[in-house]
């Protein structure tokens, strides 16, 4: 099976650490979406990658928050001086170019706990 | 505007019912609606798709149906099963992105 990746599953930090999460999107896959998901409540939106390109940002995503994918396949979202109110799952999820399928297949997540 | 609350709407049903999990979305813009099954710690797990050109579409046991008019979606699970308990989420999408919305999840609970 070659789904989403996601690593790690989980990371405890304390408040004002930096983090690093990781996404292997599916390999023909150029579309990349950062999500991020709190208990009880559905995904919200992050960030939108087309290939290497970082096309959308939501206001959620605060200065403290990066995201990167260099090489138009693996992506990076970097979480800096984190705050108890960055705990959440994080989750990562690809679809296929615009004009074909538009699925978009998700990871398992990033659970983020923030002490 | 946003769903807020930790509290889940929940259906319950017996092992062998059909289930119907509705949802409202708030953007008659949007022009893609697609259902999620999401198991405890894992990943949204994709069910079934739409677009809004059409009103239904019909897959392995599920059905979504989508009503443009009054900005409802359904989704129907036939013969349910065990495995089939999880929240479901439905999402709109669309746009040059189609960066998806979600809606508030439902837990379904199927009584063996």
């Known amino acids: 099976d070659t789904g989403v990746s996601q690593d790690p599953r989980h990371k405890i930090t304390k408040r004002g650490q930096n983090v690093t999460f990781r996404c292997d999107p599916i390999s023909e896959h150029n579309r990349l979406y950062w999500y991020r998901q709190t208990l009880g409540q559905g995904p919200e939106f992050l960030t939108y990658f087309q290939n290497e390109a970082q096309l959308e940002k939501s206001r959620l995503l605060s200065d403290r928050f990066s995201a990167e994918r260099p090489k138009g396949s693996f992506s990076t979202l970097e979480i800096q001086r984190t705050e108890q109110g960055d705990s959440a799952m994080y989750l990562c999820a690809s679809s296929r170019q615009p004009g074909q399928r538009d699925e978009q297949y998700f990871g398992p997540g990033t659970r983020l706990t923030v002490t | 505007g946003e769903s807020v609350g930790l509290h889940l709407p929940t259906l319950s049903v017996q092992e062998g019912d059909n289930s119907i999990i509705n949802c409202a979305y708030s953007?008659?813009?949007?022009?893609?609606f697609i259902w999620y099954k999401q198991e405890s710690g894992k990943g949204p797990q994709f069910i079934i798709d739409?677009?809004?050109?059409?009103d239904k579409r019909q897959g392995q046991r599920v059905t979504v149906l989508l009503n443009k008019t009054v900005k409802h979606l359904s989704l129907q699970i036939a013969a349910t099963q065990p495995g089939d308990s999880a929240v479901y989420f439905c999402?709109?999408?669309?746009?040059?992105?189609?960066?998806?919305?979600f809606g508030t999840g439902t837990l379904l609970a199927v009584q063996p």
């Open positions: 999402a709109e999408g669309g746009g040059a992105t189609n960066k998806l919305i």
């Open positions: 953007n008659s813009a949007s022009d893609y």
């Open positions: 739409i677009r809004s050109n059409m």
